[in-house]
């Protein structure tokens, strides 16, 4: 199994930027998708999750602002990330879940200047 991120790097607060992770060694339609990110000295924290049937959870902090997506043809999933703060500041992780077994990319940096 191999989650394989993309997107990412040095973003002006205000900005937008898109992150995307291509999975392959799994049935990718069958599994419930997410990003999670992780500050420096904090733990890592769910942004969003896109279930199967693409009903989609998002945490209150980025609500509004982030938009997750998927693509079952092309075994993908995206963060549309809009109005960047520095508070977004974070390693970001793709996640595959299903019966209970995650399985994490390893993670693209993501930094907000002020």
């Known amino acids: 199994v191999q989650l394989q991120a993309s997107g990412g790097g040095l973003v002006q607060a205000g900005g937008s930027e898109t992150l995307s992770c291509a999975a392959c060694g799994i049935t990718f339609s069958m599994y419930t998708m997410s990003w999670y990110r992780q500050a420096p000295g904090n733990q890592r924290e769910l942004v969003a999750r896109i279930s199967t049937i693409g009903n989609t959870y998002y945490a209150d902090s980025v609500k509004g602002r982030f938009t997750i997506s998927r693509d079952d043809a092309k075994n993908t999933v995206s963060l549309q990330m809009n109005s960047l703060k520095p508070d977004d500041t974070a390693v970001y992780y793709c996640?595959?879940?299903?019966?209970?077994?995650?399985?994490w990319g390893q993670g693209t940096l993501v930094t907000v200047s002020s």
């Open positions: 996640n595959a879940l299903r019966n209970g077994v995650n399985h």
